[in-house]
């Protein structure tokens, strides 16, 4: 069974388990605790679902103890221990052997059920990592509870108003103190620009502002300008669109060659929420990575900001704003990066495929329609796939054999060629496909539109005769050689536990995306120093995909779902934690800094899904109020 489907049984068990405690309750009130048979055959049964949670949760623990620890330490003893005591005071009664008591019973048969009510609780709205104060809360509430049954069963009207008004403050007190932290707290970035302004800690410390490339770095010098503004665009397929763009629909496509300084102003011409440039899987260092709020201001309208790197990593990448990047993205407010190895790739053919959805139309490359680019048959190809939505899509290249040639700006050794199988591209991450174009020409389709396509082929090619077929997805975890990977002896370990619960998200509630129980800015940061090896394990309790990216590294996938990755070693920049899946990546701390580590899909992010990666002794002078995604 998959792990979310037991998660799903899991939280089914524990309602049932509610619901078995709250039948017998019934039951055994309308007979007034005389003899009643289904009342403790109800008893009996909820004995056995808190077993059976206790097996799930036994099954699910082999995957990641950030999936079960709530359930290990507190739901299932809880409920064993509570149900075994109630069941020894309630079953002699209900099976007619005693005489009818029905405060004690009746009260005994709520106070299992308010603890199957606190397993539940407990998972759904503390979930990982359940600590002392809220499982204390969720004690108390439970003991109120029974108090306040025994009361009501006495008649006591005075000690009724007391458990009445003690669950009522409790309730209260909670949830203004859940406020209170996410309104009163400053954060764990703003913590770190509290550190850069106290002299006190300014020694050996270092700024992000001065975690620049320098202007007169080595390299031949390439510049660009690119220019934020509003854009009103008609689709080739004649959908109109209020756009906003860096000059063009899906962005110029810088292309750079290694061994360039490349140089980049951006000017805000009219974006009202300002705009940044962050170099997605691009490497750089930090005061360029374009998190306004972490590494730099939000450039606002009329004003201009430059960034540099070297261009020293072939591949394929994209940039975009990172200022309420959930809305200008979606926009268009982005593009893609292209770095050439010296002298220029193999392929004779060399496209880059951006799929964006404006609207309600899904453009591939340029265009929202089928598209053909003429070539004579004959010359290898690539195809540089980049998704640049929120969710992940699947391509499907149909019509010749390919290879995967790159993934997140990584070459990919030893790939078998393969036919008619889809790859999936998670949100923000990139593939590049390597093919020999034949005399029929090949068409690249997407499940993401029926409409969009882009053939490559001869001049005499009707591209719709070209037979597309999917014959399942390609797995890039067991894909391509492994050589000889070594890896380092000693690691540290770090855990991220992605899960959607009930939570204050800037003062206001929200059904937000949460990290290891918390939303942004409250989430801990991951510390590194420099030069430190990290295993880090995630792990989703949600049943959404979230597609993790970590600004300014890539990781290695070690396994997913405790299963080894045996290919090509993959070295990505996002990847996609689908419902209960655990990932294990390996992050070596080599690029100094305070890194943004967040879901892709950024509505998750704007809703608390975003964390920071700190360097030791980084500081940051700007203020993480402006970070918007
Ligand atoms: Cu492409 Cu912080 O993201
Ligand atoms: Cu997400």
Redesign the pocket.
């Known amino acids: 069974m998959s792990t979310s489907l037991l998660l799903l049984l899991d939280l089914a068990l524990g309602g049932a388990c509610a619901g078995a405690w709250a039948g017998a309750t019934v039951l055994a009130a309308r007979t007034r605790t005389r003899q009643s048979t289904p009342a403790a055959a109800l008893v009996g049964v909820a004995m056995l679902l808190v077993l059976a949670q206790a097996g799930v949760a036994a099954l699910l623990a082999g995957q990641a103890w950030g999936l079960v620890q709530e359930k290990l330490v507190f739901a299932v003893p809880l409920q064993l221990a509570v149900g075994i005591a109630v069941a020894v005071v309630t079953l002699p009664v209900l099976l007619g052997r005693v005489r009818p008591r029905p405060t004690v019973v009746l009260t005994a048969l709520v106070a299992a059920s308010a603890s199957a009510v606190a397993g539940v609780l407990a998972r759904v709205l503390i979930g990982y990592p359940l600590t002392a104060v809220p499982a204390i809360a969720l004690l108390l509430l439970v003991a109120v509870t029974t108090w306040l049954t025994a009361a009501l069963l006495r008649r006591d009207r005075r000690q009724v108003v007391g458990a009445g008004a003690l669950a009522g403050l409790l309730v209260v007190a909670s949830t203004g103190y859940a406020w209170l932290s996410d309104i009163a707290s400053p954060g764990a970035i703003a913590a770190h620009a509290h550190a850069a302004t106290s002299p006190a800690s300014a020694e050996g410390t270092v700024s992000v502002a001065d975690l620049r490339t320098p202007a007169d770095a080595p390299g031949r010098l390439r510049h660009f300008d690119l220019t934020a503004r509003q854009q009103d665009i008609t689709s080739p397929g004649g959908r109109e669109f209020r756009a906003q763009t860096f000059g063009a629909v899906g962005g110029p496509e810088l292309r750079v060659e290694v061994g360039e300084l490349v140089e980049v102003t951006l000017l805000n011409e009219d974006i009202e929420d300002g705009v940044t440039l ?1 170099w ?2 691009y490497d750089v260092p930090n005061g360029e990575d374009g ?1 306004a709020g972490a590494t730099q201001e939000a450039v606002l309208p009329g004003e201009s900001f430059t960034y540099r790197f070297v261009a020293d990593e072939p591949g394929t990448y ?1 940039y ?1 704003t ?1 200022q309420s ?1 959930a809305d200008g ?1 979606r926009r268009g407010l982005f593009g893609t990066l292209v770095v050439l190895p010296v002298g220029g790739i193999e392929e004779q053919v060399d496209v880059t495929v951006p799929l964006h959805t404006f609207g309600s139309t899904v453009w591939l490359g340029a265009s929202d329609l089928p598209e053909v680019r003429r070539v004579m048959a004959g010359p290898s190809a690539r195809l540089r796939l980049v998704n640049t939505d929120q969710i992940p899509h699947r391509f499907l290249l149909s019509g010749a054999e390919y290879r995967v040639a790159a993934v997140d700006g990584r070459e990919i050794a030893g790939g078998a060629p393969v036919i008619d199988r889809s790859v999936r591209v998670p949100a ?1 991450g990139r593939v590049d496909l390597v093919f020999t174009v034949p005399e029929t020409g090949v068409v690249l389709t997407t499940e993401a539109s029926s409409a969009a396509s882009l053939a490559i082929a001869p001049q005499d090619v009707d591209p719709s005769e070209i037979e597309v077929v999917d014959r399942g997805e390609l797995d890039l975890l067991s894909y391509g050689e492994r050589g000889d990977l070594q890896l380092p002896a000693s690691m540290t370990d770090e855990e991220i536990v992605l899960d959607r619960q009930p939570r204050f998200l800037g003062g206001l509630p929200a059904n937000a995306y949460t990290v290891n129980g918390a939303v942004f800015p409250h989430i801990e940061n991951i510390e590194v120093t420099e030069g430190q090896v990290v295993r880090l394990t995630v792990a989703n309790r949600n049943w959404e995909t979230h597609p993790m ?1 970590l ?1 300014g590294h890539h990781v290695l996938v070690l396994s997913r779902n405790g299963v080894p990755a045996t290919g090509a070693p993959l070295w990505l920049d ?1 990847f996609d934690v689908q419902p209960g899946e655990v990932w294990q990546v390996m992050l070596v701390a080599d690029n100094p800094g305070i890194w ?1 580590d ?1 879901c ?1 899909n ?1 509505d998750h ?1 704007d809703e608390g899904m ?1 964390m920071a990666l700190t360097y030791r002794g980084v500081t940051t002078p700007y203020d993480h109020t402006g970070i918007s ?1």
């Open positions: 962050h997605h899987g998190v994209w975009h990172h990047s993205i923000g990216h600004h996002t943004m967040h892709h950024l992010a975003m995604g």
